[in-house]
């Protein structure tokens, strides 16, 4: 290697033609075929040839002697023929060197420039051959099959990612899509952006998706909502989650038709010798006013100086089997999902709204929890029965409430409520009272915002009675050693209060103290209740856990056969991803349309509650609303927790979760 030498080294991907200059151990100064002098180490040379250019004759004179060379070595890549080289040597599968692959394509005198040649063309075509500086190795046919695939895939993305980023450009200014566009390109380029906005990084071409919005000049997510929204891939309240959790709106044919067929089945449950009949007790079912799915009764009844109350439940499991296709369908969804624009039940309506439902007047099925109480209310014993009901009465909340004070069966009822609640508390039961936020939506699109007292009458009674009725059902299975869907549920990790006292800043924060419930087949402690064993077993049209449970209970009561404690276990890792998905759904879309409401309300002041300062905010609660934001702060006021301060609404963005407030 001597000054003077013509050599070549790849710089960004090319190949360029060079004069060694100067030799200092194994630095080089070469003169490049553009002029320009570097310094390069000798191991990065590609090929050196014995050709030499006079150093003597002037800068200008060898770098145009050296674009003559490039240029002469460039004109013979067309003469070498690598697919023809490749058929002739690709079954050798050995390596070959520059020399002789040179000799095969140039058999006559073969130069340093035919040398060149060759490497050139190898460096730019890497289907046949296998390259490495000086010698070749021939891919196999698989190989060169598999290069040619991946070659037409990466031709295929950029001519999605050329057309995607000038179609997006288009639609962001207001043009219609190219008149020569293929309406499957079209739809191939939406699909990708609606599966990138719905999964981000986790959607399968989320690179091609990000270049098109990236050559767009779109940066946010917010605003390939919008465009989504423009093309009618989506509503502009779209329910982002269901498409993201994959949830069915809908249950397939061979489910209706199956549920279509039990609803015309007429059976007369009062000659069933299994079942005993209440139906001359004067049920009531009490829930909110829009509920059609009515799963569970009261009953009030005077013994002689004593009480008896009943806690019905429509047996579901009379009409929902193991294993049918309703029960299948219904262990998918897990449990239904109740949102302020939409309900997705978890069996179809002709059984939640129809023949599962406690209508007034009609008759139906349960499993009922009678419990015999003293004069004074206290709980004497108890037994669960399979049974026939007829609700005679079908009450709201707002109606308990209005009798509340008048009504004999309902001021005995609140009053086992209120009893049964204390018990709870003097076992260390924690209590959290606070106001539910109801959110509903008119015909005409029109949302109304209510706060609801939970601690009412009615509702305080409901919520007590299916308590006590959940905990007696799990006394009762596990007195009778059968395996259920238990829930237990360690000491809170701190209380910040006792009894069902506390302010409402502590009955708020108080839940970040509590600790996860944990599901298992057998019964143990649930400190949050206070009590010594739990199922849930009042919701079955709802819950698929409560018609689990429901359905050990009438393997007790001999109507079925039972799950083994495999089977339960099984069925809680089976549901628990569905389940997980649920209340995200609920709360997420309470919280979108809670945030929507208060889009048309910005510049109103609210009262709020400082519950923690951050490193750059505090965190506060909307007590109106009870919905959490940050509060930035600022100069000129230090706030501690449970302050109560007024804060004003600046900007609200439902779709993006946002809502910012300040100060006054």
Same mark, same amino acid.
């Given at each position: ?129 296998? %390259?490495?500086?000086?010698?070749? +190795? &021939? !891919?196999?046919?698989? *190989?060169? =099959?598999?290069?040619? #695939?991946?070659?037409? @895939? ?90 993201? %959790?994959?949830?069915?709106?809908? +249950? &397939? !044919?061979?489910?209706? *038709?199956? =549920?279509?067929?039990? #609803?015309?089945?007429? @059976? ?397």
């Amino acid at each position: 290697m001597e000054s003077g030498s013509i050599v070549e080294y790849i710089d960004r991907q090319k190949i360029m033609c060079a004069v060694i200059l100067e030799v200092k151990n194994t630095r080089l100064r070469l003169l490049t075929e553009n002029n320009r002098e570097i310094k390069l180490s000798a191991g990065r040379l590609l090929h050196e040839d014995k050709a030499r250019i006079d150093l003597t004759m002037g800068r200008d004179n060898m770098v145009s002697t050296l674009k003559g060379v490039a240029n002469k070595r460039k004109a013979l890549i067309h003469q070498v023929d690598i697919k023809d080289l490749w058929e002739v040597l690709n079954t050798e599968q050995v390596w070959i060197d520059l020399e002789t692959m040179t000799e095969f394509c140039f058999p006559d005198s073969p130069s340093g420039d035919h040398q060149s040649a060759i490497i050139r063309a190898f460096f730019d075509d890497r289907l046949y051959f296998k %390259f490495n500086l000086d010698k070749f +190795f &021939p !891919n196999s046919a698989e *190989k060169v =099959a598999r290069i040619v #695939a991946q070659r037409q @895939e990466t031709e295929r993305k950029n001519r999605i990612i050329e057309f995607g980023g000038d179609l997006l450009k288009r639609l962001l200014n207001g043009l219609p899509p190219p008149v020569d566009a293929k309406d499957e390109d079209t739809e191939e380029v939406i699909n990708l952006l609606k599966a990138y906005y719905l999964f981000e990084k986790d959607s399968k071409d989320h690179a091609l998706a990000r270049a098109m919005i990236s050559k767009a000049g779109l940066d946010s997510t917010s605003g390939l909502f919008s465009l989504l929204v423009k093309l009618d891939v989506f509503d502009e309240n779209e329910n982002i989650d269901l498409l993201r %959790f994959e949830i069915a709106t809908e +249950f &397939p !044919n061979e489910v209706i *038709k199956t =549920a279509s067929n039990l #609803a015309l089945c007429i @059976e007369d449950f009062s000659r069933d010798e299994m079942r005993t009949d209440l139906t001359a007790l004067p049920l009531m079912t009490i829930d909110g006013q829009s509920t059609l799915d009515f799963d569970d009764a009261l009953s009030i009844e005077k013994v002689g100086d004593q009480y008896r109350l009943g806690i019905h439940i429509v047996d579901v499991g009379h009409f929902v089997r193991k294993g049918d296709a309703i029960d299948q369908e219904a262990l998918s969804r897990g449990s239904s999902i109740y949102m302020p624009d939409q309900k997705i039940s978890m069996l179809p309506a002709e059984l939640s709204e129809g023949l599962c439902s406690l209508k007034a007047g009609a008759l139906r099925p349960a499993i009922s929890t009678m419990v015999n109480l003293s004069h004074s209310l206290e709980i004497t014993g108890y037994e669960i029965i399979p049974s026939v009901i007829n609700v005679k009465h079908q009450l709201t909340y707002y109606d308990v409430n209005l009798v509340a004070d008048q009504n004999q069966d309902v001021m005995v009822l609140r009053e086992i409520a209120r009893k049964f609640r204390t018990r709870r508390l003097d076992a260390g039961a924690v209590q959290i009272s606070l106001p539910e936020i109801n959110v509903w939506l008119g015909e005409d699109g029109t949302i109304t915002v209510n706060k609801i007292n939970r601690e009412s009458p009615g509702r305080m009674l409901v919520a007590e009675l299916m308590i006590l009725a959940n905990w007696l059902s799990a006394k009762y299975l596990a007195e009778n050693d059968m395996p259920a869907v238990f829930r237990t549920q360690p000491q809170p990790r701190e209380r910040l209060y006792k009894g069902d006292g506390g302010t409402l800043y502590q009955n708020w924060m108080q839940r970040r103290f509590l600790s996860r419930f944990v599901l298992s087949h057998h019964a143990d402690q649930h400190s949050g209740l206070g009590l010594d064993a739990y199922v849930t077993a009042t919701s079955p049209i709802r819950k698929y856990f409560d018609l689990i449970t429901q359905r050990q209970l009438r393997a007790t009561l001999g109507l079925e056969q039972p799950y083994t404690s495999e089977e339960i276990d099984r069925l809680i890792q089976l549901l628990e991803v569905p389940m997980s998905h649920v209340p995200r759904i609920q709360q997420g879309r309470h919280r979108y349309w809670l945030l929507k409401y208060l889009e048309q309300h910005t510049g109103d002041k609210e009262e709020a509650i400082v519950l923690k300062k951050q490193r750059n905010h505090y965190q506060i609660l909307l007590s109106n609303y009870m919905i959490e934001c940050d509060l930035p702060i600022s100069g000129g006021f230090v706030l501690k927790p449970e302050d109560l301060i007024q804060v004003t609404i600046q900007n609200v963005r439902a779709r993006e979760e946002q809502i910012v407030v300040y100060i006054g």
